[in-house]
Structures are given as structure tokens and as C-alpha cells.
T-cell receptor, first 114, second 114 residues
Framework: GNSVTQMEGPVTLSEEAFLTINCTYT??????LFWYVQYPGEGLQLLLK?????DKGSNKGFEATYRKETTSFHLEKGSVQVSDSAVYFC?????????????FGRGTQLTVWP | DSGVTQTPKHLITATGQRVTLRCSPR?????VYWYQQSLDQGLQFLIQ???????AKGNILERFSAQQFPDLHSELNLSSLELGDSALYFC?????????????FGDGTRLSIL
């Protein structure tokens, strides 16, 4: 079946530090991959996506590259800000018979200190 | 603002009761998805509707049911509530199910069972 595993948090960083949140997936086919961000008291917001191998999704300084060989989609940012503090979710859409059904990782809480 | 509206924001009720959660999708979106977010299970897909018809079912209990109306809003009905049903329930919408498309999430309804 389809599943997503992401690194457990919480992650605490100082402002301007480098961020990596690991995400790997298990799927029967070639899923589309997403990163969502959840700020306190709000719903999930799409951060970036990639739909095929070697695609790089990017937005607001965040990047993630779809690596088929390692079944990974790690989130990176070169210099985090306090405003990036949130919970980050990796998700996969398996396509085919499960098209539209998102499988989420458990979420990673990021706290950035000034 | 994602354009997806969920009401109510908070709901407090007792075991054995029945509640209805409501969702209005983004303008133009025909697909609606329901997810449950709990501490022990994380974010779990419950059910998907497209243009009024059920499209896919996930880990939805038999005590739960949903529907999508002709005006495309959707309702999630939870009955015979148990303490373990306490969770954040999210609705998401997308244009349609033909290909992978980003889902846009509402801010959720927090359900507390006393």
C-alpha cells in the first residue's frame, strides 16, 4: 500500500540556519508528492509539489526534489526565519485507483528562534 | 485564505450524540475530501466526493457518513460519538478527480467529546 514517513520532530533552529526535513514514501506506482504547512489554528496550506521523478518543487525559499531511486522528497531551506515556525507535512497521492487520496506523514514541528 | 469554509470551528458534545460538520468548497471546485487529524493516528483520509457522488472511501467508520449536495457543499455526519472521535476534522477541495491536483484545505472543525 501507500504510505509516507517523515522525520519526527520537533526541530528547533536558530534564524538563518539550514533546514532539512526528511520524507520517504512507499507506493505501488509513481505518486505525486507534496509538502503542506500548517500554522497554529489554521488549515494545511500547499507549500510545494512535484509530479514526476527529478522534478523540483520550490516556493518561498523551500525546495524539495522527487528522488525515485531513494523514494524520497526531502524538504530544504537555506536560511529559515522565525515566520517559518509551523508544522510541515509530507504527502503523496498514489494516483490510479487512489487518485485524490492523500497519504500524509505524521508531521514535523519546526520552531525557529530569533 | 484557501477559499474553503468549514463550520463550526469548534464543537463540544457528549458521548452518544450526533453532530454534523459542514464544508463549502472553493468556488469552481467539484471535489470535496474529508480528513481526520488526531494525535494518535495523524492525518487520515476519510472520504471523497465529486460532483455529488461518492468517489473514494478511506478509514471512515460506519458511524460516520457524508454527502455532497447539488450546490457542492458537503456535510460529514458523526453519530454515536465516542471519546476517541475527538479530533480536528478537515475538509479540502480541488477542481476535479481526473488528474492529480493540489487540494485546498479549510481551517478545520475541532470536535471535543466529553
Amino acid at each position: 500500500g501507500n504510505s509516507v514517513t517523515q522525520m519526527e520532530g520537533p526541530v528547533t533552529l536558530s534564524e538563518e540556519a539550514f533546514l532539512t526535513i526528511n520524507c520517504t514514501y512507499t507506493a505501488t506506482g509513481y505518486p505525486s508528492l507534496f509538502w503542506y504547512v500548517q500554522y497554529p489554528g489554521e488549515g494545511l496550506q500547499l507549500l510545494l509539489k512535484a509530479t514526476k521523478a527529478d522534478d523540483k518543487g520550490s516556493n518561498k525559499g523551500f525546495e524539495a526534489t522527487y528522488r525515485k531511486e531513494t523514494t524520497s522528497f526531502h524538504l530544504e531551506k537555506g536560511s529559515v526565519q522565525v515566520s517559518d515556525s509551523a508544522v510541515y507535512f509530507c504527502a503523496a497521492d498514489g494516483g490510479g485507483s487512489t487518485l485524490g487520496r492523500l497519504y500524509f506523514g505524521r508531521g514535523t514541528q519546526l520552531t525557529v528562534w530569533p | 485564505d484557501s477559499g474553503v469554509t468549514q463550520t463550526p470551528k469548534h464543537l463540544i458534545t457528549a458521548t452518544g450524540q450526533r453532530v454534523t460538520l459542514r464544508c463549502s468548497p472553493r468556488s469552481g471546485d467539484l471535489s470535496v475530501y474529508w480528513y481526520q487529524q488526531s494525535l494518535d493516528q495523524g492525518l487520515q483520509f476519510l472520504i471523497q466526493y465529486y460532483n455529488g457522488e461518492e468517489r473514494a472511501k478511506g478509514n471512515i467508520l460506519e458511524r460516520f457518513s457524508a454527502q455532497q449536495f447539488p450546490d457542492l457543499h458537503s456535510e460529514l455526519n458523526l453519530s454515536s460519538l465516542e471519546l476517541g472521535d475527538s479530533a480536528l476534522y478537515f475538509c479540502a477541495s480541488s477542481v476535479g478527480p481526473e488528474q492529480v491536483q493540489p487540494q485546498h484545505f479549510g481551517d478545520g472543525t475541532r470536535l471535543s467529546i466529553l
